[in-house]
């Protein structure tokens, strides 16, 4: 097996925990990865070297790395990673870095990989309704679905060196993506409270927010209110032409349950459903159904959750 090589997963600028699942991940494919952490400042490498597993951290430093530019950080990365087997998220913004580099090195692709068995990748196809499974032979890119491996753990003591790669990265474009919210993100979220076209207005949105800021979770939305509502974003939609998330809890308020929604959230470990109608399929889905409108519901919920929290 040759090199393998953990890409950290950076949000808001430090390390995410979904790097730890990325070290168990490349365990898994029989090696102790290298871990280079893009960032401005080396010291963001720290946040890596902590996780048990890695061999050797790397702190990839460059001005490119302070805001996501795809074009920028794939060229930079590309002169910093050695030949091998490149691990990333699966998270929207990894998935588009894991492809350019892939692009970038002529070697394969491997996305939103859920298990890793001698050599063997196994990712989910169709929208959900089959999975894969493809054997890793050379080279290759291979994007790692969130909250599916387990974590690598703490206590780690890698050195980091610090490959200073501004010269790299000269000429890449360096165009700023502004973040389309500063929420979490649904593909990486443990827990998220999804609206469906039920929430009425996009206003509604808001008591959406107020749980999901109280249990801290990711606010997700149906097609239907992506599409009728231009407030909600369609970075918030979940379903087979959306986000596929795979969180402890989905909460979907709202939400009839369409076959193209459950497509994206149904591996999700508990399903509540908040429904008026007691007939909406998402019933059928659910560990948990509260049979009442989300009017009634929700501020419920929200004072029982609040005091759990408190
Ligand atoms: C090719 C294709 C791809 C698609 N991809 C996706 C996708 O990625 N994601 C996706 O979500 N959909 C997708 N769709 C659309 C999908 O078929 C459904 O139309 C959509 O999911 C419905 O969204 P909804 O449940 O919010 O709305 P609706 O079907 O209108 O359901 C609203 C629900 O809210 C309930 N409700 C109403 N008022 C209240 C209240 N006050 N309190 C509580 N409950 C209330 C209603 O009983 C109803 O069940 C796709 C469709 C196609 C054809």
């Not at 369409?258 to 591996?267: D, F, V, Y």
């Amino acid at each position: 097996m040759s090199e393998t090589i953990v890409i950290a997963e950076i949000v808001k600028g430090a390390v995410h925990p979904t790097t730890s699942e990325l070290i168990t991940a490349a365990q898994a494919l029989g090696s102790q990865p290298t871990v280079i952490v893009p960032c401005a400042d080396a010291s963001v490498a720290d946040g890596a070297a902590q996780y048990a597993g890695a061999g050797k951290v790397i702190a990839a430093k460059s001005d490119v790395f302070s805001n996501y530019d795809a074009a920028g950080w794939a060229s930079a990365l590309d002169a910093v990673a050695p030949a091998g087997v490149i691990l990333t998220s699966a998270s929207p913004q990894s998935k588009d870095l894991g492809a350019r580099l892939a692009a970038r090195r002529g070697i394969s692709v491997v996305q939103d990989v859920v298990k890793i068995e001698g050599g063997n990748l196994t990712s989910p196809i169709y929208s959900g309704k089959a999975m894969q499974t493809v054997s890793l032979s050379g080279d290759a890119v291979v994007t790692i679905r969130p909250n599916v491996f387990d974590s690598s753990g703490s206590g780690g003591s890698g050195d980091v060196s610090v490959v200073d790669t501004s010269g790299n990265v000269a000429t890449a474009v360096q165009e700023f993506m502004a973040r389309a919210s500063s929420r979490l993100d649904v593909a990486e979220a443990n827990i998220i409270v999804s609206g469906g076209r039920g929430m009425g207005t996009p206003a509604n949105f808001s008591h959406l927010e107020t749980l999901a800021d109280t249990i801290g979770a990711a606010v997700g939305a149906s097609r239907a209110a992506v599409d009728t509502w231009d407030e909600i974003p369609h970075s918030m939609q979940v379903g087979q032409t959306g986000k596929t998330v795979n969180p402890n809890l989905y909460i979907a308020v709202g939400i009839s349950g369409a076959i193209q929604h459950l497509a994206g959230m149904r591996s999700s470990k508990y399903i509540v459903a908040i429904n008026k109608d007691a007939d909406a399929p998402i019933f059928q889905h659910a560990d948990y159904g509260i049979v009442a409108t989300w009017e009634e519901a929700l501020p419920v919920l929200q004072s029982s959750l609040a005091s759990m929290m408190a």
